[in-house]
């Protein structure tokens, strides 16, 4: 069975940092790029980045680029993102998602974790 | 990127059939064959019902079809049930930029 399990969701005040981390089991990790997809309260589905199965491609949403860095520990099971310089806007469910498709990046979401909440406040 | 264009809310009775519109431009839904719809009940994970238009994955009812014409995508529900009450989703790639993708509003369906 394909898990996927987010954790490192913080209230964090504006400018700061923050690293979320996505364990996976039930699936060949390393076979599959992964998404990072937010939503924040009350509201719809945004993209925010995708890297792929070998972490050798990374894309960013223009909202977060220069600002989130994606990455992947193969070795681990892991996808992490790493949040720099955070603002009120990012304030969001952020979910871990597996690409439908073997190495594919132009790959829709299968699964997806249940979330970790980030909250940028002062 | 801008989001796609959904309308906000639908509704229907038991039985009937529905369609939600998903409309981008021709650098996202008209451009590629890669829409995807997601349902998405309150306080659970999105899941995928449509990807590459019009394909179901594995388990999902064939109740629910996807189709596209132009720069709009469309998902439709025949016999409608009462869980089928959710919000949805559509999704496209996009080349606006580099390799993205972007979300519609979501679509908020009612079983009356």
């Given amino acids: 069975e394909v898990q996927l399990v987010e954790s490192g969701g913080v209230v964090v005040q504006p400018g700061g940092s923050l690293r979320l981390s996505c364990a996976a089991s039930g699936f060949t990790f390393d076979d599959y790029a992964m998404h990072w997809v937010r939503q924040a309260p009350g509201k719809g589905l945004e993209w925010v980045s995708l890297i792929s199965w070998d972490g050798g491609s990374t894309y960013y949403a223009d909202s977060v680029k220069g600002r989130f860095t994606i990455s992947r520990d193969n070795s681990k099971n892991s996808l992490y993102l790493q949040m720099n310089s955070l603002r009120a806007e990012d304030t969001a469910l952020y979910y871990c998602a597996k690409a439908a498709m073997v190495r594919g990046v132009i790959s829709p979401c299968d699964y997806w974790g249940q979330g970790t909440l980030v909250t940028v406040s002062s | ?3 796609l264009t959904q309308p906000a ?3 229907g009775s038991p039985g009937q059939s529905i369609t939600i519109s998903c409309t981008g431009t021709s650098s996202d839904v008209g451009g590629y064959n890669y829409v995807s719809w997601y349902q998405q009940h309150p306080g659970k994970a999105p899941k995928l019902m449509i990807y590459d238009v019009s394909n179901r994955p ?3 009812s064939n109740r629910f079809s996807g189709s596209k014409s132009g720069n709009t995508a469309s998902l439709t529900i025949s016999g409608l049930q009462a869980e089928d009450e959710a919000d949805y989703y559509c999704s496209s790639y996009t ?5 993205n993708w972007v979300f519609g509003g979501g679509t908020k369906l009612t079983v009356l």
């Fill in chain 2, 9 to 11: 809310s639908v509704s």
């Fill in chain 2, 58 to 60: 594995s388990g999902v």
């Fill in chain 2, 95 to 99: 080349s606006s930029s580099t390799l």
């Fill in chain 2, 1 to 3: 990127q801008s989001a």
